[in-house]
């Protein structure tokens, strides 16, 4: 008895191996196909900033506390560009870092839709 149970647990075990290797791979398979272009790196390409527009310091963000909070504060500072949404979403990734960059760098901007 004690041997079947060291055996499924083998068996578990030798399948989340398996599972993780795929993962693993997975992730070097869609890391090779990102590509390196401008347009595609850049959130907003072809939206230029208002002359003589002063970036504000903004509050950074790495994903530890309120994101709500951080979007406030963000959008307070934007004072000068506007109802721009572009130059906005444009400036958005100068206030992340951590793990709130590492998830946004992740999305698919392009698609957004709200």
Not at 39 to 58: A, M, N, R, S, T
Request: net charge positive; hydrophobic share 35%.
């Amino acid at each position: 008895m004690e041997k079947d149970v060291k055996a499924k647990a083998d068996d578990v075990l030798s399948r989340e191996i398996c599972d993780l290797k795929k993962a693993m791979k997975n992730l070097q398979t869609n890391r090779g196909n990102k590509s390196l272009k401008y347009e595609d790196l850049c959130v907003q390409p072809d939206i230029d900033l208002p002359v003589g527009y002063k970036l504000p310091k903004f509050d950074i963000f790495n994903g530890i506390g309120d994101p709500h909070t951080h979007l406030r504060a963000y959008c307070d500072k934007l004072v000068g560009v506007g109802r721009d949404e572009r130059v906005r979403v444009k400036l958005f990734i100068r206030s992340l870092s951590g793990e709130a960059l590492a998830w946004y760098t992740q999305q698919d901007l392009h698609k957004w839709r709200d």
